[in-house]
């Protein structure tokens, strides 16, 4: 199947500070991603839509100042939390779509950010 | 999205095949059946999916009733290591998984 990183795995960070995580398909190109964030015994929720060369699609009560998305090549996405504070704390997943007819998505491995 | 309902919680033993219903009575005709997987602290695994026939990989087998109204995943022989949170969401190809709460799946010994 195809391979998705997520980097960093584990960060920690103090409240204020901006954060950006990285999101890269290692053995195909997507043109559009997906983030999400998982806060604990909850699953997944759809954060937004990031589109290669056009600007993300967030879902309501995502904050699209607060949390920047780029996705600047077909390989790699990017999502920076800005001015991160305790309640940002939170599991962040990205997730790749294959081109195909199912158009299947495979996740990364996550990033879980503590803020301080 | 088609609206699925899948039981909280299932257990199995290990060696036995484990399977997995999921009701999705309102799916449309272009919507496919994903079944997906999540160990603790991991992102999510692929693990199958189907439009209208089953299907079978490496990891597990679709059922897909005639109706399409529901379907259920196999895992032959279930071992530890097959112990996560199981998701099966109804979806157009390309737009984004939308996640239920899942069916946590316990395989002991």
């Known amino acids: 199947g195809a391979v998705v990183s997520q980097h960093p795995s584990w960060v920690i960070c103090k409240s204020g500070t901006s954060v950006k995580i990285e999101c890269r398909s290692l053995?195909?190109?997507?043109?559009?991603m997906f983030w999400y964030r998982q806060f604990p015994k909850q699953s997944l929720m759809l954060m937004a839509t990031?589109?290669?060369?056009?600007?993300?699609?967030?879902e309501q009560g995502v904050e699209k100042d607060k949390f920047l998305i780029n996705h600047a090549s077909l390989t790699l996405s990017t999502l920076t939390v800005t001015s991160a504070h305790p309640e940002d704390s939170s599991f962040y997943i990205c997730?790749?779509?294959?081109?195909?007819?199912?158009?299947?998505?495979?996740f990364g491995p996550g990033t879980r950010l503590t803020v301080l | 999205d088609a609206k699925t309902t899948q039981p909280t919680s299932m257990d199995c033993a290990e060696g036995r095949a484990a399977n997995l219903p999921c009701n999705h009575s309102?799916?449309?005709?272009?919507?496919?059946v994903y079944w997906y997987r999540q160990i603790h602290s991991q992102g999510p695994q692929y693990i199958i999916h189907?439009?209208?026939n089953n299907e079978t990989n490496e990891m597990a087998s679709l059922i897909i009733t005639e109706d399409r109204k529901s379907s259920t995943l196999i895992l032959p022989h279930a071992t530890l290591r097959d112990t996560a949170v199981y998701y099966c969401?109804?979806?157009?190809?390309?737009?984004?998984?939308?996640f239920g709460k899942g069916t946590t799946l316990s395989v002991s010994s």
């Open positions: 053995d195909f190109q997507a043109t559009t």
């Open positions: 990031s589109n290669e060369g056009s600007k993300a699609t967030y």
């Open positions: 969401i109804g979806n157009q190809a390309g737009t984004a998984l939308i």
């Open positions: 997730s790749a779509r294959v081109a195909s007819v199912a158009d299947t998505q495979y």
């Open positions: 189907g439009l209208k």
């Open positions: 309102t799916i449309s005709g272009n919507e496919y």
